[in-house]
């Protein structure tokens, strides 16, 4: 297999080409056509999931009826508190099996605060029986029934005990006296409603596994109280990475190298300081009672402040930025002669942006159109996991046929279960249905979460697609600024939308399917009988890092070829192999340039994140001293800490994505350039001065670092593309290509060779076709070497000589004309 065929034919010169293309067509019409057949689905999914959901179920606990305690405008509005009529049934296997205690549930205004029982209540006073009757059903007499008659159709609780709210429900006040005796409400011990003694160890157990049931919930309910008090100093803590992210990127148009240095430098002294306040945590909470308890012993707790009291927490945050801080200080011993052209290529960068500024706030259009994909993918989640009907079961306390069978309440007190088995109820047990729709809604899910990844892909596909546009527009501009055409953002993203939507598409449609095969990979379950064997575990670790591997190479090669289709506007395919194949022509200037590059860009990234972070960390712990009376009451203060943190991040990489962007346009538009153009006066290069010194850096790097194999490709490169990629010299204050002295020595000796007569011409003609027949060149190939031949003429006959001389050139070349298929292209300039 010849190189050619490995790496594709290089490009050739052409006259006509002066950037992005203007005249293209619609690419990709049938994946765009696929995409808003999807997108239709993906709106109906949404209007039914809001017709049939009800967010309320999230936010309010329910009662055994399904009616939501403390819902604005209902009649339980000021009944804000779950009450279990008996929370010994908690304990109860069912509860983790249906999510529900098998127990009569009301909602009331306040929860319990003393012990009394039913008994006592009938026989005590009237403020007794008053306080009794708020924990009964509503509805019920509870003066005119005796007691059994209220036990027996379950009417008020058999007990009352001091209890507390805990995530909107009444669950029992537990202590412990001198000892490590359990009580509640200074009683050890208790009646229930069947005249049994109950040790309050037994309320303990309960509790306990009502708390299992609403763990997750629980969790997310203080989250949500977190996010709810503390919303506004995220919001500020999001505006305020926005700010330094754009004073960093406009100070890098400025001051690139010096930017890029202090970057650097910072990155190491906010690493260091992370290190050194976890070795000062780690020191200070040396002699604490319960600060060696492992991380192993501590278990999983939903109060996750809990690990930052033991010592091995922060010996574990020490070792971990330790790592990190030896890893950079590592690369950047080994990348110190790559990071200066890194430098230099981003200062060229700074100068693009410069001439495009408004470049510089498009990622404010793509947060905006990421926030609209997110919020419709949210609500639609939230629609579609509280559509659920309510779902009502048969409980009861003696054998029964009917237990656990479905039953409707309205109905069930004259249904033939309530005959057969007397202690039955029927109460709420979950959130469900039988109906098609609720038989489908899994898929549902899957479908609203695959379209979301499609559409938030497709945003940032199109910013790279818009910006790459501009950018090319600014390389191939001759002179700049004044070639450069007026709002090259917005001429880009009108070509981007309305040529290429379809190509854009497929590529991302691509890169989703690697990534959901990629999930589902990771969570694939392991509780099969076959994912227990050794080897299938190896085969499924294996596959997981190349599925990882290949969504990392579709990311690259889809960003490159993005930049291919907003140069020759060709379909996402096309766009592919040439972006391919042009790397693999420069694969040693990609490894020099372009990650380096990327990370210098990923430090000033970390450098935001760290800054912002550290201010948060300070801000919401309350260890700011003047800001300690404006900082929020949370449950958690890690929720809005971790929130800020991924915001910045989200935020630097949209902002420092312009630069990435701009910096990989240029590099393959560099690399183009450098097979189209020779540097002559004829086919100049469009790159500037400082472009073509960097260029020379990397051939520098390339030699050291790949020694005789570089000497060996460039042997056998051809001898064309060598002149072409020959580096430029400023001689005098103007810039020189070697090849232009060689071909002016070679003229002046060929020139009086030449002027004698037309037959030694010929011969010279059959030579040079001869040595084309040996070499086994193609008719390409043939017609630059007759170019150059005919360039080296007009260049000698620039030169000083004779008048009888220069006629006798000019004779030469209107006899050569008719004998050339292709004339010679006229300057660019």
């Not at 208790?190 to 708390?211: G, I, P, Q, W, Y």
Request: aromatic share 12%.
């Amino acid at each position: 297999m010849t190189t050619s065929e490995k790496t594709g034919e290089s490009r050739k010169f052409d006259p006509n080409f002066k950037g992005p293309i203007q005249d293209r067509g619609c690419t990709d019409i049938l994946c765009c056509l696929l995409f808003i057949l999807f997108l239709f689905g993906y709106f109906a999914v949404g209007i039914l999931a809001w017709s049939q959901g009800d967010p309320r179920k999230v936010i309010y606990p329910t009662d055994s009826r399904g009616q939501f305690c403390g819902q604005a405008g209902t009649a339980l509005e000021k009944k804000p508190f779950l009450f279990y009529f008996n929370i010994l049934k908690c304990a109860s296997p069912l509860v983790l099996l249906e999510f529900q205690c098998p127990t009569p549930q009301i909602c009331v205004e306040k929860c319990p605060d003393r012990h009394l029982n039913l008994v006592k209540a009938k026989l005590g006073s009237n403020e007794d029986r008053e306080y009794y009757s708020r924990f009964c059903k509503e509805g019920t007499n509870f003066t005119a029934l005796s007691p059994p008659e209220i036990l027996r159709d379950a009417l008020c609780p058999a007990m009352l005990l001091p209890s507390k709210a805990f995530t909107r429900r009444c669950l029992p006040a537990l202590g412990k006296l001198s000892g490590g005796v359990v009580v509640v409400g200074n009683e050890t011990s208790f009646l229930d409603d069947e005249n049994n003694r109950v040790n309050a160890t037994d309320l303990l157990e309960a509790s306990k596994k009502s708390n299992v049931v609403v763990e997750a919930r629980q969790v997310a309910m203080r989250i949500f109280e977190d996010y709810t008090q503390s919303w506004h100093w995220i919001l500020l803590g999001l505006v305020i990475a926005m700010v330094v992210s754009l004073i960093f990127v406009v100070l890098l148009r400025f001051l690139a190298a010096f930017m890029v240095w202090v970057i650097i430098i910072l990155v190491i002294l906010v690493i260091g300081y992370g290190i050194f306040h976890c070795y000062m945590e780690y020191a200070a909470l040396k002699g604490e009672p319960g600060a060696d308890v492992t991380i192993r012993d501590l278990g999983l707790q939903t109060d996750f402040s809990v690990y930052l009291q033991i010592r091995q927490t922060w010996l574990a945050f020490m070792i971990i930025l330790a790592i990190v801080e030896f890893i950079v200080i590592l690369l950047l011993i080994f990348l110190r002669k790559r990071i200066l052209i890194a430098i230099a290529l981003i200062k060229e960068a700074s100068r693009a942006v410069g001439h495009i500024m408004s470049a510089m706030f498009y990622p404010l259009l793509t947060f905006a159109l990421l926030a609209v994909v997110i919020a419709y993918w949210a609500i639609t989640a939230v629609f579609l996991s509280t559509s659920n009907e309510q779902i009502y079961k048969v409980y009861n306390k003696t054998d029964c046929p009917f237990s656990k069978d479905t039953c409707d309440p309205k109905t069930f007190n004259t249904s033939n279960v309530s005959a057969q088995c007397p202690d039955a109820e029927c109460l709420f047990a979950f959130y469900g249905g039988e109906t098609l729709y609720h038989r489908y809604l899994i898929l549902f899910q899957l479908y609203n979460v695959f379209l979301f990844f499609w559409c938030a892909n497709f945003v940032t596909a199109l910013g790279q697609v818009t910006l790459s546009g501009a950018f090319a527009s600014y390389y191939w501009a001759f002179k700049k600024p004044d070639d450069i055409p007026a709002y090259p953002i917005f001429s880009s993203l009108g070509r981007a939308l309305r040529y290429h939507t379809g190509s854009v598409k497929l590529g991302v449609l691509i890169l989703t399917a690697i990534s959901a095969l990629t999930v589902l990979l990771h969570h694939f379950p392991s509780r099969p009988p076959g994912a227990q064997n050794k080897f299938a575990k190896f085969l499924l670790s294996c596959m997981k890092c190349c599925f990882w591997c290949l969504e990392k190479c579709i990311r690259f090669l889809n960003r490159n070829a993005y930049i291919m289709i907003a140069i020759y506007g060709k379909n996402f395919c096309a766009s592919a192999r040439d972006a391919f194949f042009l790397l693999m022509r420069n694969i040693i200037r990609v490894a020099v340039l372009d990650k380096v590059t990327d990370f210098l860009l990923f430090l000033g990234k970390l450098l935001i994140v760290g800054i912002v972070g550290i201010f948060s960390f300070f801000f919401f712990s309350g260890r700011i001293k003047a800001a300690e009376d404006a900082a929020p009451s949370l449950n958690y203060y890690w929720v809005p800490i971790l929130t800020v943190v991924v915001g910045s991040y989200l935020i630097a990489h949209g902002f420092f994505s312009v630069y990435a962007m701009c910096v990989d346009t240029l590099f393959l538009c560099f690399c183009e350039d450098l097979e189209r153009n020779d540097g002559s006066s004829e086919r100049p290069y469009f790159m500037s001065p400082e472009l073509h010194e960097i260029l020379s850096k990397t051939r520098k790097v390339e030699d050291e670092c790949d020694g005789v194999e570089a000497a060996d490709a460039a042997k056998q490169a051809d001898e064309v593309k060598v002149d072409e990629e020959t580096p430029l010299q400023q001689q005098d204050g103007e810039v020189q290509l070697k090849q232009q002295t060689v071909l002016k020595e070679e003229n002046e000796e060929k020139q009086p060779v030449e002027s004698n007569t037309e037959d030694e011409k010929e011969e010279e003609e059959q030579v040079s076709q001869a040595e084309d027949t040996e070499k086994k060149e193609e008719p390409a190939v043939k017609e630059a070497a007759a170019k150059q031949e005919v360039k080296a003429e007009e260049k000698a006959a620039e030169q000083p000589a004779a008048a009888g001389e220069a006629e006798e050139v000019k004779k030469v070349e209107e006899k050569e004309q008719p004998k050339d298929d292709n004339p010679p292209p006229a300057p660019q300039e």
